[in-house]
């Protein structure tokens, strides 16, 4: 049984039981993970649910619809859910009717027991080209804005929309990064003048999976490399993750947006795919993810964004039997259908507090909210009774 509390430093003892509790229990930020379910094996949404919290670090989880089933199964775990309004649907959404019916069948029968944090208005729509996708995108995410004010949900919940790496015409050297022309203005603009105003994150999907040859594998993978130089910035650059999201913030630096935060909506490798692909292997799998956990929840950031932690979720959850395409498309998945790990990655939970990200200042009390065991909720009311 594992409960979300909130412990408020205010009192010595309240430190010394935060204190207590860092050092019996180690603390890790979660992670988030893309729930893909284009697959005919997949265990029951409700199981899935329950593994996540009990035997994983995942705190944060994205879907590709707004799946009934699913969004009841994460029902009173705290993870944190974000749902997608698939593409097609977007030129409704610009209807504020619409909108409106969509959050009332999709979000409000499953609020506030399932933790819906955001809802993506369509996934990677500039890369479809969709013409009429892409003028009404803005329009719609504005609209579902408004549709959440009218509902009172917009502090809870967050409009955003995710974007392949293609929304970028120039990547390299990171600082010269740049939106394509004609979307910069027209799309891209209003887009993060939205995100800032309704203080909702700007979502990138980077993978430095598709950009990796034979001689930037260990560049791609985080291991140890000479690193790549930044002429402009004389910043020296160890990993690709950190050029690619680098590129992204310099491009929203430069239509004056660097202060709009960046979460990773997607980014993973695949542990099998044909035998001419360069690195794909569980080991690689292994070392991109769990490096990659490591890079984003440690507070390094990036060499533009330093001292940060950025939210990510890897894609995906499970291997998807069903995608199309190349054999790669079918293995990014972490766990089998079984909830098995495919390679050994530091996802598991050994009794360890899972922090939420987000630490708050309430009225001079510095609040941290922790998922926390069981026992600790004891030790808790142990020392409540000794009055310690
Ligand atoms: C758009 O809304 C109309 C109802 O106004 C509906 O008939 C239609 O199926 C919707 N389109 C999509 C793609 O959902
Ligand atoms: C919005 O959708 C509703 C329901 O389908 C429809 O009655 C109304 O005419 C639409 N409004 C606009 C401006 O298209
Ligand atoms: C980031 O953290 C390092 C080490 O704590 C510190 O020296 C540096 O000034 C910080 N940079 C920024 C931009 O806060
Ligand atoms: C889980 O499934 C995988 C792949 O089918 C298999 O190799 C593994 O042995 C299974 N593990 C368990 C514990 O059933």
Known sequence: MEKTFVICVASRANVILVLLALTIFQVVQGIGVNYGTIANNLPPPYQVAKFLL?????????????????????????????????????PNITN??????????????????????RILVGNEVLSTANKLLIINLVPAMQTLHTALVTASLDNLIKVSTPHSLGILSNSSPPSSGRFRQGYDIHVMKPMLRFLKDTNSPFMVNPYPFFACTSSNLDFA?????????????????????????????????????EDVAIVIGETGWPSMGNSAQIGVNP???????????????????????????????????????????????????????????????????????????????????????????????????????YKF
């Open 54 to 90: 009990h035997s994983t670090i995942i705190n944060k989880v994205r879907i590709f619809d707004a799946n009934p089933e699913i969004l009841h199964a994460f029902a009173n775990t705290g993870i944190e859910i974000t749902i997608t309004i698939p593409n097609d649907q977007i």
């Open 96 to 117: 504020l009717t619409l909108a409106q019916q969509w959050i009332n069948t999709n979000v409000q029968p499953f609020i506030p027991s399932t933790n819906i944090i």
């Open 221 to 257: 993978l985080f291991r140890a490399n000479s690193g790549v130089l930044d002429d402009n910035t004389k910043l020296l650059y160890t990993n690709m993750f950190d050029a690619q999201l680098d590129a992204v913030y310099s491009a929203m630096k430069f239509l004056g947006f």
């Open 283 to 385: 080991k690689s799998a292994s070392d991109y993810n769990g490096n990659l956990i490591r890079h984003v929840t440690s507070g390094v950031g990036t060499p533009l964004m330093p001292n940060q932690t950025f939210d990510t979720y890897i894609f995906a959850l499970f291997d998807e039997n069903l995608k199309l395409g190349p054999i790669c498309e079918r293995n990014f998945g972490l766990f089998w259908p079984n909830m098995t790990l495919v390679y050994d990655v530091s996802i598991m939970r050994n009794n360890v507090v899972v922090a939420n990200n987000h630490s708050k200042v309430i009225s001079g009390a510095t609040c941290y909210p922790f998922v926390f065991h069981s026992y600790v909720i004891i030790l808790y009311l142990l020392m409540e009774s």
